[in-house]
């Protein structure tokens, strides 16, 4: 059977020299035999030239730089270029800057189903604890809600006296609160209303 040949992404040439300078690092050192990434700094160099990388080469120089692999390919930059507003445009790439754009954001998307990494989240802190999801299950549903209120609101208050600023650069107060708001807000008896509801929706606001 023929080895499959990997598709290579794009490179963006001055989006990673900005990360490389962020993280205070060289294509020598990330290319280093001993402490590098595990590729030849002569592989890195000719995804340079060539303006494309092979994925997973992209995504180890992305954890080692702690940037966004869609920052490294430009993904960002080719976006705002689109615009049609120069003024927009010019404010827009002005902002775009690496340190905004932490790896984070990757594992953010890995785990985009935001339920499923909050019950991963507490069942972790439950089991850790030596107290099982059966027995947060059997809890009154007021009684759930409480704890993870108390429990969330506690953890915040730790987060924000060691963290000022979250991994994009942004103040964490007080967006670092958002889940907290979710699970007082949450009812378990709302529906979502069918998608043909917000359809009819649009089509009465396009007809004023």
Known sequence: M?????KKVPFRRSCFEEALELRNTSIRKLGNVTNGIGWSEKTIRRGLEENKISPILLDEIAKRLDVDPDYLSGRYHEEVERCSDTTVKNIWLHNLKAKKYPYLL???RD?????FLYDRYLENILVIHKISLNQF??????????????????ICQVLLGYFEKDACGSDT???????????????????DPPEEFFEEMMNED???
């Not at 023929?2 to 990997?6: F, G, L, M, N, S």
């Not at 785990?111 to 339920?115: E, F, V």
């Not at 107060?173 to 529906?191: A, G, K, T, W």
Request: aromatic share 8%; proline share 6%; hydrophobic share 30%.
């Open 106 to 108: 990757v594992q953010q």
């Open 137 to 154: 299950n059997e809890l009154p549903l007021d009684k759930q809600k409480s704890m993870q209120v108390e429990l969330e609101s506690a």
């Open 206 to 208: 396009n007809a004023k």
């Open 111 to 115: 785990r985009s189903d935001g339920k």
């Open 2 to 6: 023929a080895k499959r040949i990997e």
């Open 173 to 191: 107060y007080p967006e670092i609160y958002h889940l907290q708001s979710d699970i007082e807000d949450y009812d378990p008896d709302f529906v």
